[in-house]
């Protein structure tokens, strides 16, 4: 099933509350290396704002009442800038980060708070998402088949963050299966939610993705 991005007068206004009451977290994903970027991409300034704030930014404007953030490497110093800067944020430090991504999606997923219904998964280096995309994706989740994987895209490409029904919770803690989180999602029924914004599929692995994301900002 493939929806439509919605114009910006037909979003539904969040002013914090939640679609048809239903409680969605938002995971950011802050713990890695950064290897191939050879910079530290939680803290890398995008636009005078650091990415992970960028990314805490875009799920408040959205409504989202729970935002953690997973740390590990440089912890201390990602963790200080969260504490100045987003006290708000619940900060979950993955010890096992060297472990690979998946370990810090575990980290997330069992911090989640009692009662939500889906939850965001969002690496830091997608900064670049908008509110409006998590808005439409709330949305399209309430209004699909239960258990259905609330999954963005743009002119036809997958994109991020996923929204997933919490009914997966134990499933994806007990996962041992290839490709990690991408081989987890890939059994699970989605929905495929075509947006107008190529925000979705921009990430900074690298240095050239790092120019490419910042060209979209220019360009506003």
Known sequence: MIHSFLEQDEIVSRGGACIKNISVS??????????RMRAFKPLLPIEGQPAVLRCISAAEQAGVREIIVVTGHRRQELEQVL?????????????????????SVCAGV???SKGVDG??????????????VLTLLEKKFTEAEKG?????????????PPLIPI???DMLLSYGGENGLKGFLAALPSIEVETNSPAVLLDMDTPEDLEVLLEFFRRG
């Open 110 to 112: 069992e911090a989640l």
């Open 119 to 132: 939850f965001f998964l969002l690496p830091v280096d997608c900064c670049a998402v908008q509110p409006e």
């Open 167 to 169: 009914l997966y919770k």
């Open 148 to 160: 259905a994987v609330a999954r963005p895209g743009f002119n036809g490409r997958r994109g991020h």
């Open 83 to 103: 504490l100045d800067k987003a006290p708000e944020a619940r900060v979950v430090c993955n010890p096992r980060y060297l472990d690979g991504m998946y370990t």
């Open 26 to 35: 938002m995971i950011i994903l802050a713990a890695g290396l950064s290897e």
